[in-house]
């Protein structure tokens, strides 16, 4: 188990380095000062359908160039949230565990949370809770470009990373077809895996 305290920014459904950071990690902080960033994790995931990779994003309201995290808003002007279940569903129905976790996820595809950084929280609690983990959350107080005594992770958002950042291969429903894809939303490792999902993180 680390001990250390890890600087995270805010991820859509994270994949599993970053998840591992968060379970392994004694004090986990959240970067609540940063500008929004563009075509990261932040505001999107992968998962893997039957057509190959899949990046489900999250539409935002644009208000001003530059925005803090935490007051980027979520747009409803299209039903994005029933697209994206309905893709989530299609990818992982007949993965194995697909049926004892759906009814947890499935009300953030219906209940419309007004800030990203509020919805992103309460699904990662929510995937926390599936595999049972209990954790505590920080914020960070002001924005730091290179912080003291604090594991800084926040590249983690951000897939041009993804290299750097690999978890040992699992079932995947279609690897067969495409191999093992690494680097997909932890919701892809739950599905196929349920509560062994642990264990890929050590």
């Not at 998840?19 to 929004?36: C, G």
């Not at 599936?130 to 505590?136: A, D, M, N, S, W």
Request: glycine content about 2%.
């Amino acid at each position: 188990m680390g001990t250390e305290r890890v600087l995270l920014s805010t991820s859509y459904l994270p994949n599993l380095p970053y998840l591992a950071q968060v379970i392994h990690n004694d004090e986990v902080v959240f970067e609540t000062h940063e500008y929004f960033v563009k075509q990261t994790y932040r505001s999107r995931c992968d998962i893997l359908s039957s057509n190959g990779k899949l990046s489900l994003s999250i539409p935002l309201v644009k208000q001003a160039d530059k925005e803090i995290i935490t007051e980027k808003k979520i747009s409803y002007a299209e039903n994005w949230q029933q697209q994206h279940w309905r893709s989530i569903t299609s990818a992982y129905k007949n993965s194995p565990y697909f049926e004892f976790f759906e009814d947890e996820l499935k009300p953030f595809y219906h209940q419309k949370y007004e800030y990203l950084f509020d919805y992103n929280l309460q699904l990662l609690k929510t995937v926390l809770h599936i595999l049972r983990v209990k954790k505590e959350f920080h914020s960070t107080e002001e924005f730091q470009l290179k912080p003291n005594e604090i594991k800084d992770l926040r590249v983690l958002s951000n897939p041009k990373n993804d290299s750097e950042f690999e978890i040992k291969p699992y079932y995947q429903l279609f690897s067969s077809k495409y191999g093992f894809i690494p680097n997909l939303s932890c919701i892809d490792a739950v599905f196929n895996e349920g509560l062994y999902t642990l264990d890929l993180l050590k």
